[in-house]
């Protein structure tokens, strides 16, 4: 399948400070890139769209001062959690779709964020 | 809204055939997937339907009727490493993209 690595894949943070993660499709392009966020043992939960060159769209309920989204190029796309609180502490995964392969979206490995 | 549901837990033992249902209400219809995911990391692609039918890899396979907005994913052979959660999710097509709504997942326990 195609590759989609994310970063960094553990980050420990203090209550106040601002995560950057990076999500990279590595052996193809994406005009569009996908945010989740999963709590234990529950299912993925769309938080925006990642759109190459134009604003990302958001899902309701998803603020987006809190959770800045940025598609530099046709593999970057980055979430950065602003003042990060204990409460924002979860496990986030990207993923892009593959454009050769039917748009089978590929999922990055996650980043663990928590927040002390 | 879009509602996906699956069976909350299932048990089944090694060696064994396992059905794991999948009944989607969603407006929009662009193809159904199945993922795997273990405890701790990404879901790992494992199949996808957008015509109804039968669709076969190895060990897994994933049926689809539209009509009845029903899916399953069965798996054959059952080994102990399939002792994971597998989560059924539908794309709809919107005019950005192509957005994925996933199911609660189905926690598989498999046992000797």
């Known amino acids: 399948g195609a590759v989609v690595s994310q970063h960094p894949s553990r980050v420990i943070c203090k209550s106040g400070t601002s995560v950057k993660i990076e999500c990279r499709s590595l052996d193809f392009q994406a005009t569009t890139m996908f945010w989740y966020r999963q709590f234990p043992k529950k299912s993925l939960m769309l938080m925006a769209t990642s759109n190459e060159g134009s604003k990302a769209t958001y899902e309701q309920g998803v603020e987006k001062d809190k959770f800045l989204i940025n598609h530099a190029s046709l593999t970057l796309s980055t979430l950065t959690v602003t003042s990060a609180h204990p409460e924002d502490s979860s496990f986030y995964i990207c993923?892009?779709?593959?454009?050769?392969?039917?748009?089978?979206?590929?999922f990055g490995p996650g980043t663990r964020l928590l927040v002390l | 809204g879009q509602n996906i549901d699956q069976p909350t837990e299932m048990t089944a033992t090694e060696g064994a055939i396992v059905q794991i249902n999948c009944t989607y209400q969603?407006?929009?219809?662009?193809?159904l997937f199945w993922y795997q995911q273990h405890a701790g990391e990404a879901p790992t692609f494992l199949s996808y339907?957008?015509?109804?039918g039968l669709e076969e890899k190895g060990r897994f396979s994933s049926f689809l009727s539209r009509s009845k907005g029903y899916s399953y994913l069965l798996l054959k052979e059952l080994q102990m490493k399939d002792s994971a959660s597998y989560l059924c999710a539908v794309r709809l097509l919107t005019g950005g993209g192509n957005k994925l709504t996933f199911g609660t997942g189905t926690q598989l326990k498999v046992e000797l």
């Open positions: 993923s892009a779709p593959a454009r050769d392969r039917g748009e089978t979206q590929y």
């Open positions: 969603t407006s929009g219809f662009n193809g």
């Open positions: 339907n957008v015509l109804d």
